[in-house]
């Protein structure tokens, strides 16, 4: 049974700092492409970053320069590095992993940006 499980949202005030982590088990992990989504209240969900099996990172323009998505392979984790966080940021973030057309999302970590 493959699971998904991020962490490490929060409440920030703006400018700051978070990591997300995002672990996975019972998946050929380094085989997967890892995506980070997130939804705002009242909006759809967004595509935010993303690397590839073997490295490659793609982000959303409204991200560049100040999110970086990462992988551990070796410990089968995610981590996306969000610096100077904006209210704008504000949304539940979800880690999926997509192989093909198989695809696994995790539960969602809420993170707040406000002063």
Known sequence: Q?????SGGGLVQPGESLRLSCVASGIIFR??????YRQAPGKERELVATITSSGSTNYADSVKGRFSISRDNAKNTGNLQMNS???EDTAVYYCQLARNSRKY????????VSS
């Open 2 to 6: 493959v699971q998904v499980v991020e």
């Open 31 to 36: 085989m997967n492409t890892i995506n980070w």
């Open 85 to 87: 966080l904006k209210p």
């Open 105 to 112: 999302w995790g539960q969602g970590t809420q993170v707040t």
